[in-house]
Nanobody, 116 residues
Framework: QVHLVESGGGSVQSGGSLRLSCLAS????????MAWYRQTPGKERKLVAM????????YIDSVKDRFTISRDDANHHTVYLQMNNLRSEDTAVYYC?????????WGQGTQVTVSS
């Protein structure tokens, strides 16, 4: 089992920045990649960004050049999402995800609200 705890959400005005953090604990040796998803009311959760154990990162087009996913190299199982130039359409609940050789684990989510 892997346990994920997110922090860093909140409210910000359009153009502002927030940094989300995700700390993984438990069977972290089994984690292959970590990612951030987001969900708005009535819609499915969607991938925002992911990072592999090798450090490779992937972003959806709408956040490229604005968001950066990174890891704490001293602790591969702490992942961050730096979000700059936030837009109202970035408003969502953001979830940390760990893919662990089969099972996928989810955090509890953290709300990000961007006001225009």
């Amino acid at each position: 089992q892997v346990h994920l705890v997110e922090s860093g959400g909140g409210s910000v005005q359009s153009g502002g920045s927030l940094r989300l953090s995700c700390l993984a604990s438990g069977a972290t040796f089994s984690i292959d990649a970590m990612a951030w998803y987001r969900q708005t009311p009535g819609k499915e959760r969607k991938l925002v960004a992911m990072i592999t154990n090798g450090g490779g990162a992937h972003y959806i087009d709408s956040v490229k050049d604005r968001f950066t996913i990174s890891r704490d190299d001293a602790n591969h199982h702490t992942v961050y999402l730096q979000m700059n130039n936030l837009r109202s359409e970035d408003t969502a609940v953001y979830y940390c995800v760990a893919d662990a050789s089969g099972p996928r684990y989810w955090g509890q989510g953290t709300q990000v609200t961007v006001s225009s």
